[in-house]
């Protein structure tokens, strides 16, 4: 797959590599070589994959409970390892009293009518 979207051009300033589509695993540390001789000079490059994060949810956008359920909200995602999943509640605080958790999943253990 990489050698379909990687590609190397030369030209008098130098080499450049091109990987069209860039992917999660093309990221890492590229070195570039020159050996003239006997005296070999190298550069580091490090690749950061930069996306969008996306959500996966795999709760139901509404639900129906009855009093003293447990209730188990899950929101994943994908994308950029430094993204943050936040629950809050519209127009009141989550059942721990906070008005913001951070977390992929949202547990409360027996839900009463406050939270609805």
Do not use: F
């Amino acid at each position: 797959d990489y050698e379909k979207r990687g590609k190397v051009t030369v030209d008098q300033s130098g080499s450049t590599l091109i990987i069209g589509a860039a992917q999660d695993p093309d990221a890492g540390q590229y070195k570039c070589s020159l050996t003239l001789g006997d005296v070999v000079q190298e550069v580091e490059h490090t690749v950061i994959i930069k996306g969008e994060p996306l959500i996966h949810s795999s709760s139901p956008a509404k639900l129906s409970l009855s009093l003293g359920d447990e209730m188990t909200l899950s929101c994943k995602t994908s994308g950029p390892t430094s993204a943050t999943v936040r629950w809050t509640k519209k127009g009141g605080t989550l059942p721990n009293g906070k008005s913001v958790v951070e977390a992929d999943v949202l547990k409360v253990q027996s839900v009463s009518s406050i939270h609805s």
